[in-house]
Antibody, heavy 121, light 107 residues
Framework: QIQLVQSGSELKKPGASVKVSCKAS????????MNWVRQAPGQGLEWMGW????????TYAQNFTGRFVFSLDTSVSTAYLQISSLEAEDSATYFC??????????????WGQGTLVTVSS | DIQLTQSPSFLSASVGDRVTITCRAS??????LAWYQQKPGKAPKLLIY???TLQSGVPSRFSGSGSGTEFTLTINSLQPEDFATYYC?????????FGQGTKVDIK
């Protein structure tokens, strides 16, 4: 069955970096685009951007330029989110989510379980 | 950017009730609107896409309607497992945006 399995929770100090992984199984990673979504504690969902899994080309939402990097390793069917120069405000749960496309692209049909990143000194 | 406004933000309901949540968009969406359910500590789950298409495996008590800028999610005969937060999302244009969420709580 199709699954997106993310890496475990992270506790980081301000200024450090973190890399979250999202391993796809049950389908070929390069068939569908991958999105990243942030959810701050007690808050709603915020789309961070997406990566074209065929070309590796990332697109970032306006609030997520500069310190955020999306990448892939297709040999292990895994997408990555790296955040550098972590700030307390980056403390959140980060989800990967696959874009469902048929004739067009319609929604995010499979989601990872989420990775909690806590930034604290 | 397209803004999505859900109403209400919070509602209390009882098992068996019919519940309706509205999502209004700041621009027309050509029916490219999805609905998700999220329970505490869990990932969102896709319920409906293209405004009214039920995702495979989702119970038929969930339905979606609307077009243009106004959309609704209806839950007929609310079940105990339906108490959760619901989000709308537009996939008509970039950046993808979500509504602020509607929490459905037990009355």
């Amino acid at each position: 069955q199709i699954q997106l399995v993310q890496s475990g929770s992270e506790l980081k100090k301000p200024g450090a970096s973190v890399k979250v992984s999202c391993k796809a199984s049950g389908y070929t990673l390069t068939t569908y685009a991958m999105n990243w979504v942030r959810q701050a504690p007690g808050q709603g969902l915020e789309w961070m951007g997406w990566i074209n899994t065929n070309t590796g080309n990332p697109t970032y939402a306006q609030n997520f330029t500069g310190r955020f990097v999306f990448s892939l390793d297709t040999s292990v069917s895994t997408a990555y989110l790296q955040i550098s120069s972590l700030e307390a405000e980056d403390s959140a749960t980060y989800f990967c989510a696959r874009t469902y496309c048929g004739a067009d692209c319609y929604a995010f049909d499979y989601w990872g379980q989420g990775t909690l990143v806590t930034v604290s000194s | 950017d397209i803004q999505l406004t859900q109403s209400p933000s919070f509602l209390s309901a009882s098992v068996g009730d019919r519940v309706t949540i509205t999502c209004r968009a700041s621009q027309g969406l050509n029916s490219y609107l999805a609905w998700y359910q999220q329970k505490p500590g869990k990932a969102p789950k896709l319920l409906i896409y293209t405004a009214s298409t039920l995702q495979s495996g989702v119970p038929s008590r969930f339905s979606g309607s609307g077009s243009g800028t106004e959309f609704t999610l209806t839950i007929n005969s609310l079940q105990p497992e339906d108490f959760a937060t619901y989000y709308c999302q537009q996939v008509n244009s970039y950046p993808r945006t979500f509504g602020q969420g509607t929490k459905v709580d037990i009355k």
